[in-house]
Each structure stands twice: as C-alpha cells, then as structure tokens.
C-alpha cells in the first residue's frame, strides 16, 4: 500500500490542504492519506493555537464519507514538542515492510526541511512530496541536495495544484468579519461560526 500523511497544524483545514491531498492521492495512486494535526508546532510561535480538539473535529468535518483520508491523533497526544521524524517512525512501525511512505508538504516547508529536527533520518524513513504553494519558487533540487544529502532521491516535486489560500488568511478573515465561504469545505465554515473561533479578542 502506499500511504501519504500530511502533517500541519490545520488551524483550520482548509480548501488548499484538501486539494494538495487529493492531488497527492491521484498523481502517486495513494491508498491513504492521513493527516497529522501538530500537537504544539514548535516552529510556530503564534501565541494561541485553537485547541487540538477543535482542530481535529474540523478536519473530521473536511473529510466526512471519504474513507481513503484519515486522521492520527499521534502528535496531539504526545507531550512535548511535534517531531515529524518521530511521528513517521511511528506510523513506519505499524505498516508493513512492503508499504511505502510519503510525508505531504508545501513548497515552503521543502526549502527549509534540511532545518527541521534529524531531517536526515526523516527521508530515510519515507519520500517527501512537495506541492507549490503561490509566492514561493520551486525549490531547486542542487541547492536542497546541498542542504540535505539524499533529497534529490527522495523528493517529489508535485506542479500543480497552486491555490492561494492559508490558514492564516483565513484566519485574518474571520477576525475582520469577512466571509471565508470560498476557501473552507461549508461544515468547516459553520464550525468555526458556531465555535467563535478567530474572533479578536476583546481588549480591556
Ligand atoms: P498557517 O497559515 O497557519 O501557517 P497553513 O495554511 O500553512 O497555516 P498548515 O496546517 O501549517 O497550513 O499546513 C500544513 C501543510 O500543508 C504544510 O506543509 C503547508 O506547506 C501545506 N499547505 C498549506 N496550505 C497549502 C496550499 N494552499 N498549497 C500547498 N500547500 C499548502
């Protein structure tokens, strides 16, 4: 079987990460595509990250009835700092030998994947599958060999699909009482409606 996570912090899942994972699915012929809701990024310094219970039921929400994506609470549940080598080792152990792995990530994670902790040992344990992400060039394969010995043969360097939409922007949206009907599935937009999640907080 050939299995992909894409790993993020999802706060919230949106239209861009659904596209990437069914794109993913269809250009290597996935069986699954699991996603991987950080616990607390350490590379996000953002004060408040919505609450992983509520990251997760969104992302329950995204992908009601389609039974090829999951969802690992493996890094919401482990104390401490989000690993993503970890994580795969993890999965890794419960698959078969004969499967294969992919890690999902955007163009801009790939630039500075050789940042991220024992990044050596992470594309040793599965294949990196990178799709474009507007406002950032393609990563050049020399310069990410250069940082990261082994990359070139363990990177997939996915061409389409090119959405412009992130969490952040959706976020900022919800704040400013803005519609975010175009870039989150309609049971993802209601959630966040219901829960008042993004909302400014209010000074005192
Ligand atoms: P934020 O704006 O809060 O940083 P985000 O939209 O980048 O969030 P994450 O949950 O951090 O969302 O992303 C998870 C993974 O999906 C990352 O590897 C990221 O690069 C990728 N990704 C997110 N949005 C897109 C997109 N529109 N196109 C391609 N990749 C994306």
């Not at 912090?9 to 993913?24: C, K, M």
């Not at 990251?55 to 919401?76: H, N, T």
């Not at 050596?120 to 990410?144: N, Y």
């Not at 996915?158 to 599935?185: F, Y």
Request: charge should be positive; hydrophobic fraction near 45%; aromatic fraction near 6%.
């Amino acid at each position: 079987m050939k299995i992909a996570v894409l790993g993020g912090t999802f706060d919230p899942i949106h239209l861009g990460h659904l596209a990437v994972a069914e794109e993913a699915r269809r250009l290597l012929a996935l069986s699954k595509v699991i996603f991987m809701p950080a616990g607390r990024p350490y590379f996000k310094d953002r004060a408040a990250i919505s609450p992983a219970e509520d990251r997760i039921k969104m992302l329950g929400l995204a992908i009601a009835g389609q039974p090829i994506y999951l969802i690992s609470r493996l890094e919401v549940e482990r104390p401490g700092p989000s690993y993503a080598v970890d994580s795969m080792a993890q999965i890794k152990k419960q698959l078969n030998p004969a499967d294969d792995l992919f890690f999902i990530m955007g163009w801009d994670n790939l630039m500075n994947l050789h940042l991220w902790y024992e990044a050596d040992r992470l594309i040793k344990l599965c294949r990196v599958v990178a799709a474009p992400r507007p406002g950032f060039p393609q990563p050049s394969i020399q310069s990410l060999e250069h940082e990261l010995p082994g990359i070139s043969e363990r990177a997939i360097i996915m061409e389409r699909p090119l959405i412009d939409i992130s969490a952040t922007l959706i976020r900022e949206k919800v704040a400013n009482g803005l519609t975010i009907d175009a870039l989150v599935p309609p049971a993802v937009a209601k959630y966040i409606q219901q829960k008042g999640l993004y909302k400014p907080s209010i000074q005192h």
